[in-house]
């Protein structure tokens, strides 16, 4: 595989961590969430880490697969 793919998918493996880190200390409860400003700017940040990295390996690779490369 690609070094720039892996190197995506670590970011993506590593931002969805993050996400799950935020609530390791409370219930995951959406009303929480919107109340928390700084959590919910975090996630959105890991969201857009996600999106971007997912945008960078389609572009690179169209038929991208993980379970077939």
Not at 2 to 19: A, M, P, R, V
């Amino acid at each position: 595989m690609d070094i720039e793919i892996k190197t995506w998918l670590f970011d993506i493996l590593q931002s969805i961590g993050e996400i799950e880190s935020y609530f390791d200390d409370r219930p995951k409860m959406f009303e929480n969430y919107i109340n928390d400003i700084k959590t919910k700017r975090a996630v959105e940040r890991n969201i857009e880490i996600i999106g971007e990295a997912t945008n960078r390996i389609l572009k690179k690779k169209k038929s991208f697969n993980p379970t077939c490369s």
